[in-house]
T-cell receptor, first 111, second 114 residues
C-alpha cells in the first residue's frame, strides 16, 4: 500500500552468520535509507543511497554493508551478525520535499 | 553531524488535555523538521513538518512551532484522544529536492488516559 516493502518481516539468525535484508520500492525514488530502531535510541541511520550503485555511510554503519544494483532494490547485509545487531530495521524512501515513507520493518534477532 | 535532543521521553495526559513535545537541534544549517508518529508494532508515519522559512504550522489538532534562533521546535497536540497514544519522533535535516538525510530524536511515548 505504501509503495515500499521489506523482507523478511522477522528473522532469527545465529551469531557469525551473514544476513541480508531487502527493501523494494515501486515509487521510482532516487533516495533510499536504512535505519535501525532500538529502545532508548530512536531511529539511527545505517546507510543510504542516492542512486544506483551510489551509497554512503550513516552514523552506525560498522558491521553493515549495502548494495543498490537497481533503482527499486536496496539491500542491507550484516556481514557477520552479532547480538548487538538485534534490532528492528526500517527502510525508507524520500520523495520531493523530504517526506519519508517507511517500510513495515524487519525484526531481526541474533542468538 | 546533526544532533537532535527530544523531551520528555514519556508523557501522560488526560483525554482532552494538551500535549507538548520539544526538540532541539545542533546544526544551524538544518532547514527541514518533520514529526513522525509510530503506533505499537507499526511503521513511523509523517504527521506534520515545518521548514526553516516558517515559524508555525497547524493541521487540525496538531501544530508545530520553530524557533531558529534558539534552534528548537515543538509539537503541540490539543484536545488529545486515546488514539493519539503512540511514540512521537522529531527529526531534523539539511535538505533540498528529494535529498533529506534525517537525524531523529529518541522519541516520546505519549499516553492519553481516557
Amino acid at each position: 500500500d505504501a509503495g515500499i516493502t521489506q523482507s523478511p518481516r522477522h528473522k532469527v539468525t545465529e551469531t557469525g552468520t551473514p544476513v541480508t535484508l531487502r527493501c523494494h520500492q515501486t515509487e521510482n525514488h532516487r533516495y533510499m535509507y536504512w535505519y535501525r530502531q532500538d529502545p532508548g535510541h530512536g531511529l539511527r541511520l545505517i546507510h543510504y543511497s542516492y542512486g544506483v550503485k551510489d551509497t554512503d555511510k550513516g552514523e552506525v554503519s560498522d558491521g553493515y554493508s549495502v548494495s543498490r544494483s537497481k533503482t527499486e532494490d536496496f539491500l542491507l547485509t550484516l556481514e557477520s551478525a552479532t547480538s548487538s545487531q538485534t534490532s528492528v530495521y526500517f527502510c525508507a524512501i524520500s520523495g520531493r520535499g523530504g517526506s519519508y515513507t517507511f517500510g513495515s520493518g524487519t525484526r531481526l534477532t541474533v542468538v | 553531524g546533526e544532533n537532535v535532543e527530544q523531551h520528555p521521553s514519556t508523557l501522560s495526559v488526560q483525554e482532552g488535555d494538551s500535549a507538548v513535545i520539544k526538540c532541539t537541534y545542533s546544526d544551524s544549517a538544518s532547514n527541514y523538521f518533520p514529526w513522525y508518529k509510530q503506533e505499537l508494532g507499526k511503521r513511523p508515519q509523517l504527521i506534520i513538518d515545518i521548514r526553516s522559512n516558517v515559524g508555525e504550522k497547524k493541521d487540525q489538532r496538531i501544530a508545530v512551532t520553530l524557533n531558529k534562533t534558539a534552534k528548537h521546535f515543538s509539537l503541540h497536540i490539543t484536545e488529545t484522544q486515546p488514539e493519539d497514544s503512540a511514540v512521537y519522533f522529531c527529526a531534523a535535516s539539511i535538505g533540498g529536492g528529494s535529498n533529506y538525510k534525517l537525524t531523529f530524536g529518541k522519541g516520546t511515548l505519549l499516553t492519553v488516559n481516557p
